[in-house]
């Protein structure tokens, strides 16, 4: 279990004839901050609000990539382009609701909001810091298994058997299982989806020379980072076969 940091962000966009909040047009822009020494990913939906106590269409989440000190913005031509692509109800222009993101570290969201009267001039400007909620997260966490006395090395006739297992509490989507012989190169493997518990095997060519006398060799599940996992530190693994 992970904890994931997740902010729910007001805003307005568009241009109200007056029955749900004052006639002009509104505007808000979501700036999310990474403030870590390292690139992060985030994930982002919206959430409409319809009136008349009515529950609006809810996105799907989409990714994004911050690296170290980098800013993004999330506008309302954003938050309008993912509603229409969800096929959301649009009234005249005009759009409310929440822009849903989540993190497994903490980051900096701040909304400004701008609103103008019929003259078209700024009439109000406000900023707000958003600040988290904390949830655990249910993750998949992949995994070489050795064999029952701890070793990697098995062989049929000239391939290496690899069994990648998931033991977490969340299913894993599909990856690359990377078998590196070192000098004698890497294979991949791609890596079908599994259910939490379950396990695969792949196998994987030995290179001819790679027993000199024996051939050593490294694991790497999830190579491709293409899985969120809850940990990434034993995503790796060292093996030998005797020659």
């Known amino acids: 279990m992970n904890i994931t940091y997740q902010y729910a962000v007001k805003f307005v966009c568009g241009k109200s004839k007056g029955k749900v909040v004052a006639p002009g047009d509104y505007w808000t822009a979501i700036n999310v901050h990474n403030p870590g020494h390292s690139k992060i990913s985030f994930r982002k939906k919206i959430a409409v609000a319809?009136?008349?106590?009515?529950?609006?269409?809810?996105?799907?989440?989409?990714?994004?990539?911050?690296?170290?000190?980098?800013?993004?913005?999330?506008?309302?031509?954003?938050?309008?382009?993912?509603?229409?692509?969800?096929?959301?109800?649009?009234?005249?222009?005009?759009?409310?609701?929440?822009?849903?993101?989540?993190?497994?570290?903490?980051?900096?969201?701040?909304?400004?909001?701008?609103?103008?009267?019929?003259?078209?001039?700024?009439?109000?400007?406000?900023?707000?810091?958003?600040?988290?909620?904390?949830?655990?997260?249910?993750?998949?966490?992949?995994?070489?298994?050795?064999?029952?006395?701890?070793?990697?090395?098995?062989?049929?006739?000239?391939?290496?058997?690899?069994?990648?297992?998931n033991q977490g509490c969340a299913s894993a989507g599909h990856s690359i299982t990377e078998v590196d012989f070192f000098a004698y190169g890497k294979v991949s493997r791609p890596t079908p989806p599994l259910a939490p518990g379950a396990s695969v095997e792949l196998s994987f060519p030995i290179p001819p020379h790679c027993f000199n006398p024996d051939c050593e060799f490294r694991i790497t599940v999830n190579a491709d980072g293409s899985v969120v996992e809850s940990d990434v530190s034993n995503n790796k693994a060292n093996g030998i076969c005797i020659g």
């Open 50 to 165: 319809l009136p008349d106590e009515k529950p609006g269409c809810v996105t799907r989440f989409s990714d994004c990539i911050l690296g170290s000190d980098e800013v993004l913005e999330i506008d309302c031509d954003d938050i309008f382009r993912h509603a229409k692509e969800s096929q959301c109800k649009i009234k005249g222009g005009f759009l409310k609701g929440f822009v849903v993101i989540e993190s497994f570290v903490e980051l900096d969201v701040v909304a400004v909001y701008t609103a103008a009267g019929r003259d078209k001039q700024v009439e109000t400007f406000h900023t707000e810091r958003i600040s988290p909620r904390r949830r655990e997260a249910c993750l998949p966490d992949l995994i070489p298994v050795p064999d029952e006395n701890g070793f990697f090395c098995r062989r049929e006739e000239k391939q290496l058997i690899i069994t990648v297992k």
